[in-house]
């Protein structure tokens, strides 16, 4: 393991200063109503900034094997993403699932991840604006849906708050493994000069005829 050097990093630091965002936008955003029931994670997802699983926990000890044990939902930020990203753009992803969090709790999701008229007015009440492309202009409702941060919006506001009072903690990132392309095994061509036979070997060998008897060149 190599180290940097940065006696600031702390693996835990950023998980609690979500934890305690999660917190602050419940309050500004949510009038408290997704305290419990949710589980915080930090989970890597191939393309996703963040997601949204409900029922994805259940509460252990004697009534695990009961249907009646308690169920909890996830939102799961991706650290492969934090790197590169302002911690505003960060927040507001945190913010676009809390907005599934609260549709699910009391609204009526589409299946299968689809974002719906009502998820896009549940961000706009937040001050984040439904759009396929991020940007202005794009799809509001689909499969891939982003947003874009609303300009003195509710989110807009609360996040200055936020951060003016809690500096940024996120100061790390995943590392995203970059694939080493494979290296092509070089090979030549020989052939016999009296009866034509081709074989192909790697470089610098000696390779016989087996009719001729001749080196093949």
Known sequence: MTSTGRSNFNPIAAQQYLAKAFAFFNAELFDGKLNGGVVLTLQRKRGA????????FRQRGDNDAENNAA???????????????DVIDILSTLVHE??????????????????????SKIMAECG??????????????????????????????AVKKFIAANPDAINWGAMTRIARPRRRR????????????????????????????????
């Open 186 to 217: 070089q090979r030549r061509k020989y052939t016999c000069p009296q009866c034509g036979l081709n074989a192909w070997a790697k470089p610098d060998v000696i390779l016989l005829c087996g009719e001729c008897g001749k080196e093949l060149e």
């Open 128 to 157: 984040l604006i439904t759009s396929n492309t991020g940007k202005p202009g794009g799809k509001k409702t689909g499969r891939r849906i982003s947003h874009y941060i609303e300009d003195g919006g509710a989110f807009d506001i």
């Open 98 to 119: 809390m907005c599934h969090e609260f549709q699910g709790r009391f609204g009526k999701p589409s299946t299968g991840n689809y974002h719906n008229r009502q998820f």
């Open 71 to 85: 169920m909890f939902n996830e939102i799961a930020m991706g650290p492969d993403h934090f790197l590169g990203r």
């Open 49 to 56: 900034l963040g997601h949204w699983r409900p029922q994805a």
